[in-house]
């Protein structure tokens, strides 16, 4: 079983539309949790980060963790054609050396 | 700005060839890292330097090596290629090696090996 599992997709969704894009973990341990934006041919790039429970929102995007159920979701407003890319959790904990990455979901943003 | 910077982006080897695959950062970060990328599997890491003059293994590092050349470089090594190395190998660099320090990464060398 993998630590962290990812729906690839792909998701495709219409301009303007709600995304919610979503991980699953395996390890009570985990504590922080991140999640990526890569583009097609692009390295990865930092979107948001949270530490343990709760949300955080920044812009069009907030980030929710619930660790009770070991998910967390990555919901996006107002879906725009520049948010086509493919997205990666990835989470952690403090006594960890690594992070355990999502194989990453692909989306769609059609106009 | 460049931030991370991974030469080359492509490369073709043949089996059994070596190949250095080159990174560099100018953000003064002192922890780097190499991952490579494969379908399906997320981003595993390979090796990383917590801090200039250190070197761990990761989860996958059998076939590699490393080199940490200065704060700034970080190399990764491999000595005989194998086809179960083709994969997008990523380069990475934080302020430190804690967890809770975003990771910043280059674009990706795509290496094939025939």
């Known amino acids: 079983q993998k630590e962290v599992e990812q729906d690839p997709g792909p998701l495709s969704v219409p301009e303007g539309a709600i995304v919610s894009l979503n991980c699953t973990y395996s390890?009570?341990?985990?504590?922080?949790f991140m999640w990526y934006r890569q583009y097609s041919r692009k390295g990865p790039e930092l979107l948001m980060y949270?530490?343990?429970?709760g949300n955080k929102e920044d812009g069009r995007f907030t980030a929710q963790v619930d660790k009770s159920s070991k998910y967390i979701s990555l919901f996006i407003r107002d879906s725009q054609p520049s948010d086509s890319a493919t997205y990666l959790c990835?989470?952690?904990?403090?006594?960890?050396?690594?992070?355990?990455f999502g194989s990453g979901t692909k989306l769609n943003v059609k106009p | 700005n460049a931030g991370v910077t991974q030469t080359p982006k492509f490369q073709v080897l043949k089996t059994g060839q070596s190949m250095t695959l080159q990174c560099a950062q100018d953000?003064?970060?002192?922890?780097m890292y190499w991952y490579r990328q494969d379908p399906g599997m997320g981003l595993r890491l390979i090796y990383y330097?917590?801090?200039?003059?250190?070197?761990d293994k990761g989860e996958v590092p059998n076939g590699y090596n490393v080199s940490r050349l200065n704060k700034r470089e970080f190399s990764l090594r491999l000595e005989s290629a194998a086809p179960s190395q083709t994969s997008v190998y990523f380069c990475?660099?934080?302020?430190?090696?804690?967890?809770?320090?975003?990771?910043?990464f280059g674009d990706g060398t795509r290496l094939s090996i025939l």
């Open positions: 990475a660099s934080s302020e430190s090696s804690s967890l809770d320090q975003p990771q910043h």
């Open positions: 390890n009570s341990a985990f504590q922080y």
């Open positions: 949270t530490y343990s429970s």
């Open positions: 990835a989470m952690s904990a403090y006594n960890f050396n690594k992070f355990y």
């Open positions: 953000m003064n970060h002192n922890s």
């Open positions: 330097s917590a801090s200039e003059g250190t070197t």
